[in-house]
């Protein structure tokens, strides 16, 4: 188990880093700290989806001088799930940050028991 | 790759996009009229007033180390990211990463001269005219099978030599396409965070 996991390196620093973002995600009371934890797992998909897409010794799917055998090419689909990925990870921290803005400016603070606070003294 | 047999894929991104950025700038622009319309109490106001002329005294204003360096490396990263656009097909790059290096480049063009330039040439009707006309254009060249009922995997148009510019069909259009709706995307993204308006 231990030589697998030195050779599956990427893999493993991929889980830590998703961990890591996880917990980020659920033990933070600031909201920005939540999209920043968000963000370092999204980070870490990726690192695993390309860890995983790349095969030693192949090289990348382009074109020159002549198309050679299969086994020469790597599969481009992992890089393409991970733009994918990039793209919507791009817009939905826009989107979450301008929410976030949006909180601040009604409430005044990014802490959210003191939103939860706050909307209970309102009545909501 | 993920032009040719991906291409819908692609066209799903892009308008996650475009929604998000609509999404930004209704909810950033709605606030800005709610809270003029709605009379705060005054000290709030004042508050945020003097956060607001806090934030802005950390801004580059007319800065000249900023703006020479600007003057050369502006148009060199536009040069360098309409390039990876338009061999998006022959080497690494694409729509994406050129409109993301197009778009960093007039964040710096921004940041060096300031609003009053590059409203001149970029205000939120470029940006849905733009945007508009990728999208769509994207969406006629890939959906135009759907209305002849052909297949829509061949192409008409012819192949060219591989390794040449015009050697892939429709792949360098998508390319310009995507380039242009991510362009708009960065840049309306930082001018909304940074300013809450056009």
């Not at chain 1, 790349?54 to 074109?63: A, F, K, N, Q, S």
């Not at chain 1, 790597?74 to 791009?90: C, D, F, R």
């Not at chain 2, 148009?75 to 080497?91: A, D, R």
């Amino acid at each position: 188990m231990g030589s697998n996991l030195i050779v599956n390196y990427g893999e493993a620093v991929a889980m830590i880093l998703f961990v890591i973002g996880f917990a980020n995600l659920l033990l933070q009371n600031n909201l920005i700290k939540k999209i920043i934890g968000l963000n370092i797992m999204d980070s870490a998909v990726y690192l695993f989806l390309a860890e995983k897409g790349y095969i030693v010794g192949r090289t990348v799917p382009i074109v020159v001088n002549g198309v050679q055998s299969v086994e020469a090419y790597i599969n481009p689909i992992p890089a393409g799930l991970v733009l994918t990925g990039i793209v919507v990870s791009v817009s939905v921290s826009a989107l979450m940050l301008s929410l976030t803005i949006r909180l601040y400016r009604r409430y005044h603070t990014l802490n959210l028991d003191e939103i939860a606070a706050l909307l209970q003294k309102e009545g909501l | 790759m993920i032009l040719d047999y991906r291409a819908f894929d692609t066209f799903g991104e892009s308008n996650v996009l475009f929604v998000a950025t609509i999404t930004v700038l209704v909810l950033l622009h709605f606030n800005k009229k709610q809270s003029k319309a709605v009379s705060e109490t005054q000290e709030i106001s004042k508050r945020q007033a003097k956060e607001a002329a806090l934030d802005r005294s950390f801004e580059p204003k007319n800065d000249p180390i900023l703006q020479c360096v600007a003057k050369f490396l502006v148009p060199l990263i536009l040069i360098f990211g309409i390039y990876v656009v338009l061999n998006g097909h022959l080497s690494p790059g694409g729509g994406f990463s050129g409109g993301a290096i197009m778009g960093a480049g007039l964040i710096l063009y921004l940041n060096a001269f300031g609003f009053e330039k590059t409203e001149r040439f970029f205000t939120e009707k470029t940006y849905k005219w733009i945007s508009f006309a990728a999208l769509t254009t994207y969406c006629l060249c890939k959906t135009y099978s759907f209305y002849c009922g052909a297949n829509h995997l061949e192409s008409h148009i012819p192949l060219g030599i591989p390794g040449h510019i015009l050697s892939s069909g429709l792949i360098l259009i998508l390319n310009i396409c995507v380039g242009c709706v991510v362009t708009c995307t960065m840049y309306t993204f930082y001018v909304m965070f940074r300013k809450g308006d056009f």
